[in-house]
């Protein structure tokens, strides 16, 4: 008896459920250099290796702006679940803003 979670393409195919076929279209659509860029340390520098001080500033930038938000809701939203998850976001705000100045270097 055949599972009916799975999914056969002929009888001497491997069974494969449905949420493998979807990861293994995603997946295929990424490429290695894209994998590379997105899980790779960007060190503030510039091509001739020196520091990039606009960078370094955006970055400095960025994380007073979100300290500064983070306070204000640390002060101002009760203790519990809601604060919790605003400062969860806000943390994946500083995340997002860090990885596109590094990344791309604006």
């Not at 076929?21 to 290695?32: C, D």
């Amino acid at each position: 008896m055949r599972d009916a979670g799975c999914i056969s393409f002929g009888d001497d195919a491997k069974p494969r459920t449905f949420l493998a076929m979807k990861e293994e279209q995603r997946m295929a659509k990424v490429t290695q250099e894209e994998l590379d860029r997105r899980f790779s340390h960007h060190p503030p520098i510039k091509a001739d290796e020196t520091p990039d001080e606009d960078r370094i500033a955006n970055h400095t930038g960025a994380r007073i702006r979100c300290l500064g938000l983070a306070e204000w809701i640390a002060f101002h939203v009760p203790d519990g679940r809601e604060q919790s998850l605003a400062l969860t976001k806000l943390e994946e705000v500083m995340f997002w803003c860090n990885a596109g100045i590094a990344r791309e270097g604006r």
